[in-house]
């Protein structure tokens, strides 16, 4: 059983930054790619940012890349979601979600967190 928390959501004017984490309790970190998720009110779930434990490859959508850094610290089992240059349409419930490869991640991620609330304002 994995478990997922995410901390650092909240209020911040466009062009300003944010830093998500996610500590995950699961005896082999390694094993796993974790993966960032967000969904705004009335749209779809999406993949924002992936990163594999095991060898630090990273995944970014479009609408990201340049503005956020996903990294993680495997000694402590985090992942961060460093999110600068924010947008109004940033603004979502952010998610963080494991699974074993990136594919697992796009397709069913075996295990959420309870999502934290990033908010942009313009």
């Known amino acids: 059983e994995v478990q997922l928390v995410e901390s650092g959501g909240g209020l911040v004017q466009a062009g300003g930054s944010l830093r998500l984490s996610c500590v995950a309790s699961v005896f082999t970190f390694d094993d796993y790619a974790i993966g960032w998720f967000r969904q705004a009110p009335g749209k779809e779930r999406e993949g924002v940012s992936f990163i594999s434990s095991s060898d630090g490859v990273t995944y970014y959508t479009d609408s990201v890349k340049g503005r956020f850094t996903i990294s993680s610290d495997n000694a402590k089992n985090m992942v961060y979601l460093q999110m600068n240059s924010l947008k109004p349409e940033d603004t979502a419930v952010y998610y963080c979600?494991?699974?074993?490869?990136?594919?697992?991640?796009?397709?069913?991620?075996?295990?959420w967190g309870q999502g934290t609330q990033v908010t942009v304002s313009s």
């Open positions: 979600a494991a699974g074993h490869n990136f594919m697992e991640l796009l397709r069913a991620p075996g295990y």
